[in-house]
């Protein structure tokens, strides 16, 4: 494998406290933002499984152009006044350069998603507004993109300015049906060697089933993981995107019980 080696060891920082030692770090929240009831309903289920940080969208890339692409700024108002509001922070995703400046108004971590991992603007637009404040960047693996490819997407951020990078592999596109996409749990065991990066685990996207998140969590923390962004909804059934995913209430309350012995066995605390 033909990793650079210079600058891959960037030194950064964990974002905005995303990432601390001896901690395995939890995001969780519904896929978008739908309406104030909706999040905050969904919200309050993330402050009552225990965790500190929800996740959001108010800008959605999908596929289709027919699918709900989020409430835009009016989303972004609701996910600042209801996690603020609950004692959380917030992660959601950032689209265009130009959204930048007010989504930093409303959320502590600005997350990269998977279609935008080679928007090389993007990147270094993002990396240069967040240089020097507390903002943290959640920067997730393309799903045809190597972990080269991916770390040298981070050091775009870097290289601008922006310390607050997490790592996040959210699985690739293979031959494989059975799930959504093939959660490669190597790259991050890979990515941690190359890069002083946290690196956490999406596994929502990558199996696109509930029902595999949870093992698939678990997968996460012997893999050397420093955390997950799983998707939960406080009624699935009735979610406006990737409903096949979210974790109901009853699952995410017992997300921290079945991770605990494995994150033990790791030293580390489920936060």
């Not at 995703?93 to 409303?106: K, T, Y």
């Not at 997350?111 to 240069?128: D, H, P, W």
């Not at 059975?178 to 990515?191: E, H, K, Y």
Request: net charge negative; aromatic share 6%; with cysteine.
């Amino acid at each position: 494998m033909d990793i650079i080696e210079s600058g891959v060891k960037t030194g950064a920082k964990s974002g905005n406290g995303l990432i601390r030692p001896g901690a395995f770090r939890v995001i969780a929240g519904p896929c978008t933002v739908e309406s104030h009831k909706q999040f905050e309903a969904s919200a309050k289920m993330v402050q009552g499984a225990g965790y500190e940080y929800v996740r959001g969208g108010a800008f959605k890339p999908r596929t289709s152009p027919y699918s709900f692409q989020g409430l835009g700024k009016e989303g972004l108002k609701i996910l600042s006044e209801v996690s603020r509001s609950l004692g959380l922070k917030s992660v959601t995703e950032v689209l265009d350069p130009a959204d930048i400046g007010l989504i930093m108004e409303h959320a502590e971590v600005l997350q990269i998603g998977a279609r935008n991992m080679a928007n090389f603007a993007l990147l270094k637009a993002v990396g240069s507004a967040i240089a020097g404040s507390d903002h943290g960047v959640v920067l997730k693996r393309g799903f045809a993109a190597t972990v080269e490819e991916w770390i040298l997407a981070a050091e775009y951020i870097t290289a601008a300015g922006g310390e607050n990078v997490v790592l996040c592999e959210r699985g690739i596109r293979t031959f494989e049906t059975s799930t959504r996409f093939t959660l490669d749990l190597s790259a991050v065991i890979v990515a941690k060697r190359l890069t002083d990066l946290p690196v956490i685990v999406d596994p929502s996207h990558a199996a696109g089933r509930r029902d595999l998140v949870v093992p698939l969590s678990k997968a996460s923390v012997a893999a050397e993981a420093d955390g997950l962004m799983v998707e939960s909804h406080h009624e699935p059934q009735a979610a406006l995107c990737d409903a096949e995913q979210a974790l109901p209430v009853e699952a995410l309350m017992g997300l921290r019980e079945s991770l605990r012995p494995f994150a033990e066995a790791m030293g580390r605390e489920v936060v």
